[in-house]
């Protein structure tokens, strides 16, 4: 079992982040090829996205003007969040359609069905159907924290990150949708409806791509795929039934669910490597302003330092037995996630202060492998060294 935190993640404010992924090289479609059966269920979710989140996002937004200030703000970045994640996978989702043609087809049927789904609910079932399927999709990221070493080891870094980029998220606003849903004064019926029904067709068109692509890939007769699929729809739904039933007990709310530590960790990490980003763009462009011999860099550029142009490229945390395999480097990269677990509670300065100095004693220790949590996003390749 995963690590939990006391304190969920969804009790922090919601912020949008800027994430883009690049598509055009990196994407790798059998991005687990040591589970290739695994990747194939999670491509066929991947193909729901830009169907399913488009129409909860409406339901969400067309409520916005009737919720009280402190829900209305949550509901518009719950929204702007569930529209990064379509966003993405609608351009991971044409790399599978290139890889899998007929994945077409189950584009146009899944289209079909969401229009049918939104001419015939709306209001109060519309919001049920969004928060049952944030009740299901918390269940999918629970399960995927505590097998993740199983699942994720040796799986391709970018493909793996939008994931683990999308799952954190989801754990990150599991509320809101619920809090939603309950400010209409709805009750539990339509509750239990609305997620029978988000269950239904996530269920059918998760088995009819995974079919899809096994059949395309040739595995559909292989005993081992079809025993790894048993297996882990026999543990998803010990994980799936009681959070489905949890959700539907009187007095219930999403945030008396503890969260896996690995998400917190992992948007922690991207947090504060998108911030130093900023200050770096920010120096490099005040440095720019007074010239070469300005004093307002701070941070210099790594890709010109020999020392970033070696080393271990696709190293992240959605990856630890990768990162476990590197010995020592591991050893040093576990010291700064203690290290910063231990600050967490103490503000974003002191989070700050542990994580530089945790990874100056990994440059100082020459153990300084790249972790950042999400290797093909709009971050730089290497950490920017600090310029002394």
Known sequence: MSATFDTPLADHPLRAR???????????VDWQRRLPEFAMAANAVSMMMPHVEPYVVRSVRGVIDELDAPLAEQARAYAAQESS????????NQHLIHRYPFLRKVDHWLSRTFRFIEAKGRGNFALAYAAGAETIAYAIARWV??????????ADGPAADLFVWHLAEEVEHKTVAFDVFTARGAAAGPSLIGMLASLSTLAFYTVLGTLVMMISSRRILSPMAWLRLTWWCLTFVFELLPTMAGALL???HPSSLSDPE???????????RAALVSAEKAAARDSSATGPSGTSARFSRSATSPSAASGPQKLSISNPR?????GAAWVSHRFRLRLVHRTASCGPVA???ATVMASSISRSRGTDLDTRPISSACLPLRKSAVSK
Not at 322 to 326: D, G, K, M, V, Y
């Open 351 to 353: 989070i700050f202060v």
């Open 85 to 92: 994640h379509h966003g993405q996978h609608r351009r991971f």
């Open 322 to 326: 990768l990162a476990s395999n590197a």
């Open 250 to 252: 009187r007095g219930h």
């Open 18 to 28: 800027q994430v883009s992924f690049d598509s055009t090289a990196s994407f790798e």
């Open 145 to 154: 924290a505590d097998h993740r070493r199983t699942l994720l080891d040796g």
């Open 262 to 272: 690995f998400y917190r960790v992992w948007l922690l990490d991207f947090d504060l």
